[in-house]
């Protein structure tokens, strides 16, 4: 499945459970993560999606790392089996 459809069912579904599934675009900052999500109950992910065999550019892990840095929650989620695992997840999120 192409990355593209894998944000597309992600997205749907994510709506679907009340949230919000912002596309993180910052000019100037290159590699940010695909989706900003904010749960019902407000907690912030930082989310980038992958096709199964995809790779992490360099710039990508640099943008996570600075992320992680300041304990922000950051997936990298992985096909379609990482999205319905967080999907799961956000469901049982309080």
Known sequence: MKES????????DLKALGCLAYKFVSPGNDG???????TPSGKVH???LKTEAGKLSPVQKVQLERLKE????????????????????VKHEV
Do not use: H, M, T, W
Request: proline share 3%.
């Open 5 to 12: 459809a894998i944000e597309k069912r992600f997205v749907q």
């Open 70 to 89: 300041r304990n922000a929650s950051v997936r990298v989620l992985y096909g379609v089996k990482d999205v319905v695992a967080f999907e799961e997840e």
């Open 32 to 38: 940010v993560p695909d989706r900003i999500v904010i």
């Open 46 to 48: 930082f989310v980038e």
